[in-house]
């Protein structure tokens, strides 16, 4: 009975074979590696059999060597045809020349068929192309000796005819027709003949637009073909041709289009382009259909394919029209001709046209409404920038009408009024025929802003009277703020946009001025109350109250501290609406706004002390009854700074220089917060609490009494030292303590100095050595007792707060 093991015990035991085996296949390779060098480094006699190695590796393949020798043979035999046919031509007379040019190529078409029989199929295409080139040398050596009269370009039309007829139909033959070479080159010949023709006839560059515009088509139609009946190297030769002599022919008669100078010309061109247009689409029509029914990756590069050949069809279309239109009409309108095409494309749409095409021609209306409406952009930037020159010279005057108001400092561009016509026709085009539920409301955007840009240009491009101009925008941002109701933010953020050029538009005229900023306020504030416009109208309806109170100082001739009070209105009104408003997303910028207006006030009334420090103080008021509000308690510090500020521009333009006037409006408020710190809160500690109240105050003091050469500072500076000393002992608090001991000590340092330096001068020079001597003693002597001492006032010190 044969004992089989487990399955993990058998398959053990096949692991340590397989490792034994690896290893001593390891241990034979490393011997035969150490062999083989061994009998490379001794010599062999003569005649030994060399060690055995590896054959080296070929650097290219067999192919490959076939291929280039056989380019390299076509080639050399087609050089030494052509130097036979032209340096050696001569020496042959007209028989000769024939059989030899005869039978060289009839012997060299024919050598392809044996070829092809024996499986040479290499050698059977060098001689197939050996033979094409032969036959065009033939072409040339008739034309030399037979028809050397004729005109070089018809003998060149017809020779390319007949060459590619010729290289077609070999190519085509039952023997013949597996070489790939013939009918492509049949093709690449195929695009001369009617461009040379043309040329022959004489047709000028509307019959060469032609030929090349037909060459195209018959290109796109052998380029469609399917693949079953037309080989790729042939569809690919073909579509190379469409693409080469149809761009060709496109940019004739597009230039010829463009420079026509009459309606005959213009017609031919727009027959030219519309020739084009149908190729294009034809060929756009074919791939989508190419699209739905194929599968696999072949649809993806059809249907791209499709949608690029109808956007150029479309295109076309358009050149076409737009060269009809322009003619007839004067030079101004030639851009709204063409747009008039450019939208006329989008009723195609309602034909059963394929999706790709129909993608190509809104895409083709787009751009051309696009590049429509970009040329209008020099005007519309002018008219909207235009203004910002009056900035520099406000009040200088009205202007007579509203082009001079926005050509202060900027030249009017030389372009036609006309051109406005495309954002106005785009702006129609949006609204009414987008009606997808995705770009509809990108749309009904686009067309507001398209709309709202010709408005504000109109005036200056017609020369409107300056109070049109005004009308204008003023009505503008009215119906933008009445029609925000579902989608408010494109219109608030039109009707913002649209207030900043026309306070630039008012700045030549006082009264203009003033009422254009009234009428700001007004609007904005009524618009206000809405809570889904508040965040943006009540932040602008308090710039624009910011700019009135300056205007409104400015007109009456008053001093820029005392417009600063008026100014100061505006945080007012903006702190009473902010905590109207509460807790909104309003309230942020409401009260951004009454701080860049508080800003502006501090700034207008900084060169008169005396109203900085009452602006300063108002300032001071507002933030605190803001710091009312529980959600705005940490205004209060600022509030505090305010007033300490407006306190000290007080003392400074009443040129008081004692430094207490400064820190005690600064120390008594502070020691006020302290204590009601400390009562609400015990274990606060009296540095927090008392600290930079005490510091406030006694440092600067302190500072000012070692300069100070009489005794009345320093003696009410130690009074007050001492005093805070021992309340802060009696209380056990360790702020008042330490400043007021540590500016004590310091204060009675200063009063003594001079006594100890009389002293000094009156001693013996040993006198201080021997001082400090016997204070170094007394001191060792006592070491002990005085570490007992510090450590019972460091315990002191550390139960006080």
């Not at 060597?65 to 050399?76: I, K, Y």
């Not at 008739?142 to 060149?156: K, Q, R």
């Not at 790939?180 to 049949?186: E, F, I």
């Not at 809104?362 to 008219?383: D, E, F, M, R």
């Amino acid at each position: 009975m044969t004992h089989v093991p487990p399955p993990a015990e058998e398959l053990r035991l096949l692991d340590a074979e397989l490792w034994q085996l690896d290893n001593r296949r390891a241990q034979l390779l490393a011997r035969r590696a150490w062999l083989v060098a061994a009998l490379q480094a001794v010599p062999r006699p003569p005649g030994a059999p060399a060690p055995h190695t590896l054959p080296p590796r070929p650097e290219t393949d067999a192919p490959r060597v076939q291929n280039v020798l056989l380019l390299l043979g076509g080639v050399l035999l087609t050089v030494a045809a052509m130097v036979f046919t032209l340096v050696s031509w001569g020496h042959l007379g007209i028989a000769g020349r024939a059989a030899v040019l005869g039978v060289l190529t009839l012997g060299v078409l024919a050598a392809p068929v044996p070829l092809l029989r024996r499986g040479l199929r290499s050698t059977a295409e060098s001689m197939a192309g050996l033979g094409l080139a032969l036959t065009a040398l033939d072409a040339y050596a008739l034309h030399e000796t037979v028809f050397a009269g004729t005109d070089g370009t018809a003998y060149a039309a017809a020779a390319t005819t007949a060459l590619a007829v010729l290289w077609a139909a070999y190519g085509l033959l039952p023997r013949t027709s597996a070489l790939r070479l013939p009918v492509p080159a049949a093709v690449a010949a195929g695009q001369l003949p009617l461009l040379l023709w043309a040329l022959a006839a004489d047709t000028g560059p509307y019959g060469c637009a032609a030929a090349l515009l037909v060459t195209a088509g018959l290109d796109t139609l052998l380029a469609l073909r399917p693949a079953s009946s037309a080989p790729a190297p042939v569809r690919l030769t073909a579509t190379v041709g469409a693409y080469g002599t149809g761009g060709w022919g496109v940019l004739t008669a597009g230039l010829l289009s463009w420079t026509a100078a009459g309606p005959s010309a213009a017609a031919r061109a727009a027959a030219l382009l519309l020739l084009a247009a149908g190729i294009a689409l034809a060929a756009s029509w074919r791939l989508a259909k190419s699209a739905r029914s194929d599968s696999g990756t072949g649809p993806v590069a059809a249907g791209g394919g499709a949608f690029g050949h109808a956007l150029a069809g479309a295109l076309l279309l358009v050149l076409a029209g737009g060269g009809l239109l322009r003619v007839p009409l004067p030079g101004e309108w030639t851009v709204p001709a063409y747009l008039a095409c450019g939208v006329a494309l989008l009723a195609a749409l309602r034909g059963p046209l394929p999706t790709a095409v129909r993608r190509g021609f809104v895409w083709a209306s787009g751009a051309v409404q696009a590049v429509a409406t970009v040329s209008a952009l020099p005007l519309v930037v002018v008219a909207l920038l235009g203004p910002l020159g009056w900035a520099r010279e406000p009040w200088s005057g009205a202007p007579s009408d509203a082009r001079a108001a926005v050509t202060v400092h900027t030249p009017w561009p030389v372009f036609p009024t006309e051109l406005l016509l495309a954002p106005a026709v785009v702006a129609v085009v949006l609204a009414l025929l987008v009606r997808d539920t995705t770009w509809r409301p990108r749309a009904l955007t686009g067309a507001t802003v398209l709309a709202w840009v010709t408005a504000m240009t109109v005036p200056s491009a017609f020369e409107l009277p300056y109070l049109v101009a005004l009308l204008v925008p003023g009505l503008l941002i009215a119906a933008a703020l009445a029609s925000a109701g579902s989608r408010p933010q494109p219109w608030v953020t039109l009707a913002v946009g649209t207030s900043v050029p026309l306070v630039l538009l008012a700045l030549p005229s006082q009264p203009a001025t003033l009422t254009v900023l009234s009428a700001l306020t007004a609007l904005f504030a009524a618009a206000s109350p809405r809570p889904r416009l508040t965040p943006v109208t009540a932040p602008t309806a308090l710039v624009h109250a910011t700019a009135l109170a300056c205007a409104t100082g400015a007109a009456a001739d008053w001093a820029p501290q005392h417009t600063a009070l008026l100014v100061l209105a505006v945080p007012a009104a903006a702190a009473l609406l902010a905590a109207r408003l509460g807790d909104h997303r309003a309230t942020v910028p409401v009260e951004a706004s009454g701080v860049a207006a508080a800003v502006l006030a501090i700034g207008l009334a900084v060169a008169d002390g005396p109203m900085l420090a009452l602006v300063l103080a108002l300032c001071g008021v507002l933030a605190a009854g803001t710091a009312v509000r529980p959600d705005r308690r940490p205004v209060g510090y600022a509030a505090a700074v305010l007033f300490v500020l407006a306190t000290w521009v007080r003392l400074a333009a009443w040129d008081v220089g004692t430094v207490e006037a400064y820190t005690l409006p600064v120390t008594v408020p502070a020691l006020v917060v302290g204590v009601l710190r400390r009562r609400r809160d015990p274990r606060a500690s009296s540095w927090t609490a008392y600290g930079p109240g005490l510091a406030a105050t006694l440092l600067p003091s302190l500072a000012a009494a070692w300069a100070d050469p009489h005794w009345v500072r320093p003696l009410l500076l130690a009074a007050a030292a001492l005093v805070t000393t021992l309340l802060g002992a009696r209380h056990r608090l360790q702020a008042p303590l330490v400043l007021g001991g540590s500016v004590l000590v310091l204060d009675a340092l200063h009063e003594l100095t001079p006594f100890l330096v009389q002293l000094t001068g009156a001693l013996p020079r040993w006198a201080p050595f021997a001082l400090a001597g016997l204070l170094l003693l007394t001191l060792g002597a006592t070491y002990e007792r005085r570490l007992s001492q510090a450590r019972r006032l460091r315990n002191l010190l550390g139960d006080m707060h």
